[in-house]
């Protein structure tokens, strides 16, 4: 073997070693449904007026429960942490929780914050996001303070 292959054979190798694996969540990636994945970006700047804080009935944490199991990888470990609601200023509910769950390897991998709207009766949820680190756990905290919840 050459020097400039070794070289290089080397050089591959400490890359290899700063390649960032990623987490193996507990958790598969959400997507809305297409009514509303499809409806434009809000536009850069607009703001989130805070909701009034309510209490969520018990059919609606059961639909909150029920939907964000759906977008765990084991459902049935899932468990749940607080669970808030504000009702926004046209009737909507937003929902901010926290879940945790087994991922593939069979470990919990710590509580994700997640948040979603809550439409009609009976109670339907739609989960908007749920995060375990970076950006958008960033973001989903910044969703349920401008809101209010937190």
Not at 28 to 50: F, K, Q, R
Not at 57 to 85: C, L
Request: charged share 15%; with cysteine.
């Amino acid at each position: 073997m050459s020097a400039k292959a070794k070289a290089a054979l080397a050089l591959a190798g400490l890359l290899a070693g700063c390649v960032q694996q990623q987490p193996d969540l507990a958790y598969l990636p959400v997507s809305l449904p297409s009514a509303y994945s499809d409806l434009p970006h809000a536009p850069a700047g607009t703001g989130i007026e805070p909701g009034i804080p309510i209490k969520l009935e018990p059919r609606q944490q059961e639909a909150v429960v029920a939907e964000v199991r759906k977008w765990m990888k084991e459902p049935e470990t899932s468990w749940f942490g607080p669970m808030n609601a504000v009702m926004m200023k046209h009737g909507q509910i937003v929902v901010c929780g926290e879940v945790n769950g087994r991922n593939s390897a069979g470990a919990y991998s710590g509580m994700a914050p997640f948040v979603g709207i809550m439409l009609g009766k009976p109670p339907a949820f739609i989960v908007i996001s749920i995060a375990q680190s970076g950006p958008p756990r960033t973001e989903i905290q910044a969703i349920c303070q401008q809101s209010g919840i937190f």
